[in-house]
């Protein structure tokens, strides 16, 4: 199998989709002729032209409200957002008309648009370019939501998100997209709200999604290995739907569990699915259900202590070591 | 630093008595038969007598929330879906009961709608603001101020995407010209040049704030605004249907032959208040202002009379239709009060299309966060 990054997973990916289906088109700002801001969709315009990979001015509610309504009539936009931190100034667009219109039409209307791109700190960007708005998204009745951490589950998931009927928010990482993964290059597909087991373990269940499954993997190593405590480690990779199953099974079998995002811990990810294990698995917990988000301030830009404001694998460490 | 001589803050210029007898003559409406012309006074009068049936249901308190009564701005709907052809969509704002009927939905269904009965045209889940009908290429109904402006883009960029010769018109009113997404879509429209006709139902105030004190605008009015667009635009007289089918056929046929968008602003008034709720809409204008445009610039009225002064139609066969008008909204809304209110598993449908459709399912998981 070969190993491709991670930017190269979702733009093989985009291109399994663009050759697919003619109703599929690549929107955003930079994404054509600058080849992408990060890079994903190096080489589409060439490859599909300028009708099929279009490059937007900086207008995001315009251009994604315009996705929205180019979806309504079959168009099957994938937008990328430069970093998910703009969406704001689109989230009427993406909140009200994207989530809302299925609804309020009693069904009639459907909105087949994936939106995607960068949302993570870590980078020295400060806290207007940090933003890590999945847990606003996937509290919106109507959107899905997905955070792939792998180069095999970001080409998974992006040609699901493609074909999917109803809109799809996709949150990637500029710190993942250098890395690389064995990705198959016969077709496949992962279903949204479908968990992943990146490491198998039987003492405590790592839970967490996007940059931070790399971390909580780290933090599984040195638990191994300075402590002989044997972690498993559950990628959530889709956040709405999400896979209760595979998280609860989780639990169920280590009795133990720390949930990890690069979040803000108030009204996270982790608030549900710590609420969620506590009412599916109370009986099997043998201890308090931990949580690490990043730090309740916005980004800071000093580069040492960004560094410490987001979830790393020491401070998971210490969080497992508390309850086990 | 260049500077403008002229004041900014401008009043709403109200435009030229309309000559109905004389537009009747211009190029779109020439060839109309007799039978045509009663079918706009048919379509505009009964969007009035739904509209102030709809009025006596809300005071009876059987509709919710909001309820954005178009009566004074009938002509707009009606003549401008009167000119809409087999590939053209339509969407706009709030105030969306005329268009909803102008494009042929029932007076049963949008009745029922506005008591969020199951029998609505949105199954009683949209509501007054939420009106659509798809099959008749009506994408809404939507209800944030200017947030279907991009949605109205869209609809042109699927059809010139997929090479077919229509037309997105987007309604919106004048207090949507000062928003942020407005403006992103004109400009997108003339970017890409994109098939669509942007319509401002401009009837003087943004909820109670007069034009003069919202919006700054050039000598010619909202809509030339576009020219910092490079975007063509018309001021048309909303008293005269015959003017709107004009302006609005010139416009649609520039989108569906050349790809060009365009801005048309339509003057006209609103009799009622922003919504039912504003009770105290005499705050900000005066009554005679609302009794002269009542008297001498009502498009419906003034089309009756057109039609009856140039023997198309007789008084008699003017009050039949009017009086056929009431008793369907009168039955209307018989219809809406005998409906039933959806069944409460009606909450958790329509969310997804994926959750409507079983078979079709590419998601595992769970969608929904009930306990």
Known sequence: MPEITYRQALRDGMTDEL???????????????????????????????????????ISEAGFIGMGIGASMLGIRPVMELMFWSFAYVAWDQMINNAANVRYMSGGQI??????????????????????????????????????????????????????????????????????????????????????????????????????????????????????????????IRSIRPLDEETIINSVKKTNRAVLVEENKPFCGVGAQVAYMIQYQAFDYLDAPIQRISAIDAPAIYSPPLEKKQLPKADAIVKKALEIC | ????ATPTKRRRKKPEKANLAKEAELASNRDLSDEDKIGFYDSMIRIRRFEERSLRVYQQGKIAGFLHL????????????????????????YRDHGHGLAVGMTMNECMAE????????????????????????????????????????????ALKYKGIKGCALCFLGDGAINQGAYHESLNLAALWDLPVVFVIENNGYSMGTSQERSSVHPKGGLAARAEAYNT????????????IREGLTEAMNLAREKSKPSVVEIHTYRYQGHSVSDAQHKKYRTKEEIEDYRKNHDPVNLYRDYLIDSGILTAEKAKEIDN????????????????????????????????????????????????
Not at chain 1, 19 to 45: H, M
Not at chain 1, 126 to 148: C, I, Q, R
Not at chain 1, 160 to 189: C, F, H, Q
Not at chain 2, 346 to 371: H, T
Request: proline letters at 5%.
């Open chain 2, 114 to 157: 506005l008591q969020g009965k199951a029998t609505g045209c949105s199954k009683g889940k949209g509501g007054s603001m939420h009106y659509f009908a798809t099959d008749k290429r009506f994408w809404g109904g939507h209800g944030i101020v200017g947030g279907q402006t991009p949605l109205g883009a869209g609809l042109a960029y």
């Open chain 2, 324 to 371: 056929a008008a009431k008793t369907e909204a009168d039955q209307s809304a018989k219809f809406a009060e005998e409906s039933p209110f959806p069944a409460e598993e009606e909450i958790l449908k329509d969310v997804y299309w994926e959750e409507d459709n079983p078979d079709q399912k590419v998601s595992e998981g769970r969608i929904f966060f009930n306990d």
């Open chain 2, 1 to 4: 630093m260049t500077t403008t």
């Open chain 1, 110 to 235: 459907n909105v087949p648009i994936v939106i995607r791109g960068p949302a993570n700190g870590g980078t020295g960007v400060g806290a207007t370019h940090s933003h890590t708005p999945e847990n606003l998204v996937a509290s919106t009745p109507g959107l899905k939501v997905v955070f792939p951490s792998t180069p095999y589950d970001a080409k998974g998931l992006i040609k699901t998100a493609i074909r999917d009927n109803d809109p799809v928010y996709v949150m990637e990482s500029t710190i993942l997209y250098n890395d690389t993964g064995a990705v198959p290059e016969e077709e496949y597909l992962i279903p949204l709200g479908k968990a992943d087991i990146k490491r198998e373990g039987t003492d405590i269940s790592l839970i967490a999604h996007g940059p931070s499954v790399k971390e909580c993997l780290k933090a599984a190593e040195i638990l191994a290995e300075e402590h002989e405590i044997n972690a498993e480690v559950v990628d």
């Open chain 1, 19 to 57: 050759e697919r289906d003619e109703n599929v088109v690549i929107i955003g700002e930079e994404v054509a002729q600058f080849n992408g801001a990060y890079k994903v969709t190096e080489g589409l315009l060439a490859k599909f032209g300028p009708k099929r990979i279009v490059d937007a001015p």
């Open chain 2, 232 to 243: 063509n635009w018309a001021n048309l007289n909303g008293e005269s249907i015959f003017e």
């Open chain 2, 70 to 93: 178009y009566i004074g701005q009938e002509s707009i709907a009606v003549g401008s879906v009167s000119v809409m052809q087999e590939n053209d969509h339509i969407i706009t704002a």
